[in-house]
């Protein structure tokens, strides 16, 4: 199956599938925070960002070339400066000396709009598990991270800044709390820049990359501490509710114009092309197609059957969303998966039963 008349853009692919993604970290968030409360939401929050700042931070800081900064405080600043514009978030950084940085991340939220349901217990884990972890990671027992602003708490922004103390800091004192301190003004000519290394291709393949990962560490967060059947039932909410919220865009975004079983099988290909994966279709029947995908993409997904075949099938949501919203007499059934140890994922597409 050709995709010669999919016109979209690398740039407009990868913008729909950093949204697609984000829209569905968040309503992870939002079924969390409804199925088990506010106190298990701050448990989770804790345990996904302490998983990314381990994995991410000091290969992000050579990435971004912040290896020789005049201090560690401008270093980790700048670092969440970058790698968070990277990301899609407008985050500005002020030096107000070589041992205060600060860092300001505008509105919109990271979590949206559900921002507005969080008590301010299950945001700080944020900077706790992160932020405050930067001076342990460099060796740096006199590194802490200070926070002054929070959106949950009716401030425009979320702020705060790296300080370098005089004496080194017990690990309850890594974070410290300083509401509403003044923060210096923002110069935009002193903002960091990404070096030329950092092409407009890579950095767009970083934003879609951004997405993709945050969603997948809460859906790993969850199996930790929720097993099997925890997280099956949040991300298979949360995988219906973002892709209704996104149908229309997916069809725009994807270009498809029919939605018989073949355009069904367009869709779920150009779907996983989002992510630089390919598949195979084969056509059954007018009504039934058969969709094969051999591997994931490495850099994505280097373990894909590290996930157990339930979460596929939790995701699976989705797509049967999408399916049943654009033709109620079709459905997609998953045959085979490669977390089920099967050599390959599959697909049948095929008119409902009833």
Same mark, same amino acid.
């Given at each position: ?17 950093h949204a697609y993604y984000m829209e569905f970290y ?22 996904? =960002? #302490?998983?990314?700042?381990? *994995? %991410? /931070? ?5 990435? +971004? ?6 201090? @560690? ?29 600060? =860092? #300001?991340?505008?509105?919109? *939220? %990271? /979590? ?5 349901? +969080? ?6 884990? @944020? ?141 779920i290909q150009r779907d996983r092309a989002l992510l ?79």
């Open positions: 199956m050709a995709q010669k008349h999919w016109k979209a853009s690398f740039e407009e692919k990868a913008r729909f599938a968040n309503c992870m968030w939002g079924t969390a925070l409804a199925q088990h409360g506010a106190d298990e939401v701050q448990r989770m929050h804790w345990t996904q =960002i #302490r998983r990314h700042q381990r *994995n %991410f /931070f000091l290969p992000g800081l050579e990435k +971004l070339g912040l290896t020789n900064e005049k201090s @560690d405080a401008i270093a980790s600043a700048k670092y969440h400066v970058l790698a968070n514009i990277l990301g899609g978030i407008d985050v500005q950084y002020i030096e107000e000396s070589p041992e205060k940085a600060w =860092i #300001r991340y505008n509105p919109p *939220n %990271f /979590f949206g709009t559900l921002v507005s349901a +969080l008590p301010s217990r299950a945001v700080v884990p @944020d900077f706790a598990g992160w932020h405050a972890y930067n001076g342990r990671s460099l060796g740096n027992p006199r590194l802490g991270y200070v926070l002054t602003h929070l959106m949950c708490q009716g401030d425009p922004y979320d702020a705060g800044y790296f300080k370098l103390y005089d004496h080194d800091l017990d690990p309850e004192e890594c974070l410290q709390f300083s509401q509403g301190e003044r923060m210096p003004p923002i110069d935009p000519a002193t903002q960091p820049q990404l070096g030329e290394d950092w092409t407009p291709e890579r950095r767009l393949r970083a934003l879609r990359n951004y997405g993709v990962e945050f969603a997948y560490e809460v859906i790993h967060t969850l199996l930790d501490l929720h097993g099997v059947g925890g997280a099956r039932a949040v991300v298979a909410n949360a995988a219906a509710i973002s892709t209704a919220n996104q149908y229309k865009k997916i069809i725009d975004t994807l270009g498809l114009e029919k939605f018989d079983a073949e355009g069904i099988a367009l869709f630089d994966e390919e598949v195979e279709v084969e056509k059954v029947s007018t009504d039934e197609y058969v969709v094969r995908q051999k591997a994931r993409n490495r850099r994505l997904f280097p373990a894909p059957a590290s996930l157990p075949v339930e979460i596929d099938e939790a995701l699976l949501q989705g797509w049967r969303t999408f399916v049943e919203l654009v033709n109620r007499d079709l459905t997609v059934e998953m045959t085979q998966a490669l977390s089920s140890g099967h050599p390959q994922y599959e697909w049948q597409i095929h008119r409902r039963a009833d």
